[in-house]
């Protein structure tokens, strides 16, 4: 028998087209064995043929595994009679969506919605909602005015807005709920949290209203949760659950729902991870299934690239997990949470720019690069550090570290010394591999970093009778009284490894939540960054830094160069940026460490006559390593004496002679007067040969003079080098 599984392709309308031919490839990436098979269905069958569902396209599902959706448009009945095509008006047929029909057929009574953090933003959390398909309030049993039965119209009568709105003012809904469809749903529940890992499922109802059949209900939960003695089980009011779904989405593990609770919760579970482009379904049943990202088919979006392919890439891995291709399933979320992570290829409705097809672009490409490069976040804690009192070089110093340590360091923030923002902050910044908090591990009220994190990773403070005994240690050692306060410092987030200081008696801690480690240190930079060392050489040995194309350029501002930079990097590396970083008088230019060859060569060209460095020094500093001592003769009127001091350092009275000169050309304006551009002309003669360059520059301010200087500095550089080539722009 063929391990090879078909799935019939059923791109459906509007955007749905867009973002299956965009994210399909991810099946050839993760080397899915699958056989694609094309079909139709949707709106334009629905037109020119009178059913969204053509009788080809139930033949191609019957003779595949499962589908892929893309998106389907469905409109009321009075709409779709009017798009009708000519020949169908006469004797218009029944409009029934694509959706209810495959539903119906199929005995699609599960639907699955997962939920998970992939935008990495506060805490982990990954949860399913199951909604019944088949039954509850949208069982069908719907009845307005004259046609409610007569049953139901004699059942609601003695209501006092029935008896005053009379049976043509009375529309009835019935819930129906059956033994059958409640065992069936929870069982697929329990089976989808088993597999999964989860340890709780919740029961969204609301028992205290609808008493009965809330009873009902729950008697079926009670018994069917025996068989699963692992699985707490629990009923909850659906309006707490909605409400503990947003504030502390991490405590749920599945949520099992009647048909409108679950259709309401699982569009809620869409905004809790960050809209519906990253939301994927399922749709399992006793006949068949079909996977389709909830997004719908937004017509206004169509041919605008515009639509987010994160939630259908996510829906592949769904439907590739319920054919039993686990393996290739994995890998998907990986690449997305990635990509989503990363932000550089978002699209409109995560706040970014990105296409359709550049974003599903990107996930291809994490899919097919190895291992992420590990990111980390960086908290450092005290209000003298908001105020400006003192400057944060914790800050600045844990990044050169992390950077060396091969971390990219993602977010840098401070707070002060309140409870909440501490929480707030660490919540916020949570999801990568590391999240260094540093300060506020003190003995003093106002030191609450340890309770800070502490309640944001949810855990209780514990005694650590280890670090107790190291504090009272130390203060005793140097002759100093403990206080009752000092043994706020033995306090740590439960279970966390703690990080002794040998030089205070602020001891650190690691806690791990997931992937991140959250990590607490002092504040102190000659006890947090020996530990943090320490730290860095355990859990994250350094690695050879990627080799990075980068140029350090003299006489470009950023608008110069950017835009052909931009072009170079888009055509050989989509969706990644150069960095620009202008520290006057240089710029200097960086390519990311992926980017081809190739790039570099067409970046080295467009910067052609401008570029001092290749490895971030000043033009004096790459002098210093290239001559390191001549006997310099400066005629100097450029600069006003800038350049004699910078090159002071070089002069060799018994080097190698080297005059200079150099001056300004063309009117110049009068002196404190910063305005227009400044033309200059270095000469270099030695040995005999004269070599001459020239540089315009805005005429800034003052500052102009240390870019003459810099300038200078260059042109002996190029003369002692051999290179001659000036920019001609």
Same mark, same amino acid.
């Given at each position: 028998m063929s391990n090879v599984k078909k799935i019939a392709v059923l791109p459906g309308d509007g955007i749905g087209r867009e973002v299956v031919e965009a994210v399909l490839p991810v099946l050839d990436t993760v080397g899915a064995p699958v056989e694609l098979i094309h079909g139709d269905i949707g709106w334009e069958c629905w037109r020119e043929e009178g059913d969204p569902v053509p009788r080809r396209t139930w033949d191609l599902i019957d003779r595949t595994d499962t589908c892929?959706? $893309?998106?389907?448009?469905?409109?009321?009945?009075?709409?779709?009679?009017? /798009?009708? +095509?000519?020949?169908?008006?006469?004797?218009?047929?029944?409009?029934?969506?694509?959706?209810?029909?495959?539903?119906?057929r199929l005995g699609l009574f599960a639907n699955i919605r997962p939920v998970e953090n992939h935008l990495g933003r506060g805490l982990p959390y990954r949860f399913t909602v199951i909604r019944e398909n088949t039954e509850g309030l949208y069982a069908g049993y719907d009845h307005a005015g004259a046609g409610v039965p007569e049953p139901l119209r004699r059942h609601v009568a003695d209501h006092p807005n029935a008896t005053a709105s009379g049976p043509d003012g009375t529309a009835v809904s019935l819930r129906l709920t059956t033994r059958h469809g409640i065992e069936r749903l929870l069982r697929f529940a329990f089976d989808h949290a088993r597999r999964h890992g989860h340890t709780r499922l919740t029961w969204a109802d609301k028992p205290n209203v609808l008493r009965h059949s809330g009873d009902f209900a729950r008697e079926i939960l009670e018994r069917v949760a025996a068989e699963y003695p692992e699985i707490e089980a629990e009923v909850h009011n659906v309006d707490a659950v909605a409400l503990?779904? %947003?504030?502390?989405?991490?405590?749920?593990?599945?949520?099992? +729902?009647?048909?409108?609770?679950?259709?309401?919760?699982?569009?809620?579970?869409?905004?809790?991870?960050?809209?519906?482009?990253?939301?994927?379904?399922?749709?399992i049943g006793e006949h068949g299934s079909y996977f389709e990202p909830v997004h719908g088919s937004a017509p206004h979006l169509a041919g605008r690239d515009r639509a987010n392919p994160a939630a259908t890439a996510l829906t592949i891995a769904l439907m590739l997990e319920h054919l039993g291709l686990d393996e290739a399933a994995r890998e998907i979320p990986r690449a997305v949470r990635e990509v989503l992570r990363r932000g550089e290829t978002l699209t409109y409705d995560l706040g970014g720019t990105a296409g359709t097809r550049e974003s599903a672009d990107a996930i291809l490409r994490a899919l097919a690069a190895p291992a992420p490069q590990p990111t980390a976040a960086i908290l450092t804690v005290g209000e003298e550090l908001l105020n400006g009192d003192v400057v944060d070089t914790n800050g600045a110093e844990a990044a050169k570290l992390a950077a060396a340590h091969g971390l990219r360091t993602t977010a840098r923030r401070t707070v002060g010394d309140g409870l909440a923002e501490i929480t707030g902050a660490v919540r916020e910044l949570l999801g990568g591999d590391l999240l260094l908090v540093v300060g506020g591990l003190g003995p003093t009220s106002d030191d609450r970093t340890r309770q800070g994190v502490a309640?944001?990773?949810?855990?209780? !403070?514990?005694?650590? &009778?280890?670090?107790?005994?190291?504090?009272? /240690?130390?203060?005793?050692?140097? $002759?100093?009284?403990?206080?009752?306060?000092?043994?706020?410092?033995?306090?740590?987030?439960?279970?966390?490894?703690?990080?002794?200081?040998p030089d205070g008696t602020a001891w650190g801690s690691v806690t791990r939540l997931?992937?991140?480690? %959250?990590?607490?240190?002092? $504040?102190?930079?000659? /006890?947090?960054?020996?530990?943090?060392?320490?730290? !860095?050489?355990?859990?994250?040995?350094?690695?050879?830094?990627?080799?990075?194309a980068r140029w350090r350029t003299l006489g470009l501002i950023e608008a110069d160069v950017a835009a052909g930079v931009d072009r170079v990097l888009t055509a050989h590396l989509p969706g990644r940026t150069a960095g620009y970083r202008w520290h006057?008088?240089?710029?200097?230019?960086?390519?990311?460490?992926?980017?081809? +060859?190739?790039?570099?060569? /067409?970046?080295?060209?467009? !910067?052609?006559?401008? %570029?001092?460095?290749?490895?971030?020094?000043?033009?004096?500093? &790459?002098?210093a390593a290239a001559a390191p001592g001549f006997a310099l003769k400066l005629d100097d009127t450029l600069s006003g004496g800038a350049a004699e001091r910078l090159l002071a350092r070089l002069a060799d009275? +018994?080097?190698?002679?080297?005059? %200079?000169?150099?001056?300004?050309?063309?009117?110049?304006?009068?002196?404190?007067?910063?305005? $227009?551009?400044?033309?200059?002309?270095?000469?270099?003669?030695?040995?005999?040969?004269?070599?001459?360059?020239?540089?315009?520059?805005?005429?800034?301010?003052? &500052?102009?003079?240390?870019?003459a200087a810099e300038f200078i500095a260059w042109s002996v550089l190029r003369a002692l080098t051999g290179e001659t080539a000036d920019a001609h722009r």
């Open positions: 892929l959706l $893309g998106a389907i448009t469905s409109k009321p009945l009075r709409e779709a009679r009017a /798009e009708l +095509a000519d020949h169908l008006r006469a004797d218009p047929p029944a409009y029934v969506s694509p959706v209810i029909q495959l539903r119906q503990w779904m %947003v504030r502390r989405p991490e405590r749920f593990g599945v949520i099992v +729902a009647e048909n409108m609770f679950g259709d309401i919760l699982s569009d809620l579970g869409g905004g809790v991870m960050g809209g519906l482009g990253l939301a994927p379904s399922g749709n309640q944001a990773l949810g855990l209780p !403070l514990e005694h650590r &009778e280890e670090a107790w005994q190291a504090v009272t /240690e130390r203060l005793r050692r140097f $002759g100093l009284t403990v206080h009752a306060d000092n043994e706020r410092q033995a306090l740590f987030p439960q279970d966390s490894t703690l990080l002794p200081n997931g992937r991140t480690r %959250v990590v607490m240190l002092p $504040g102190p930079p000659k /006890e947090c960054l020996p530990m943090l060392r320490t730290l !860095l050489d355990r859990d994250f040995p350094a690695a050879p830094a990627a080799e990075r006057y008088p240089y710029l200097d230019i960086t390519l990311p460490p992926e980017a081809p +060859a190739a790039a570099a060569e /067409e970046v080295e060209a467009l !910067l052609a006559g401008y %570029v001092v460095s290749r490895r971030g020094l000043t033009a004096a500093e &790459e002098l009275p +018994a080097g190698e002679p080297v005059e %200079v000169r150099a001056r300004a050309e063309g009117p110049q304006p009068a002196p404190g007067e910063w305005t $227009g551009s400044l033309d200059m002309r270095c000469t270099v003669t030695r040995a005999g040969a004269v070599r001459s360059h020239t540089l315009t520059v805005p005429r800034r301010g003052p &500052e102009v003079s240390d870019c």
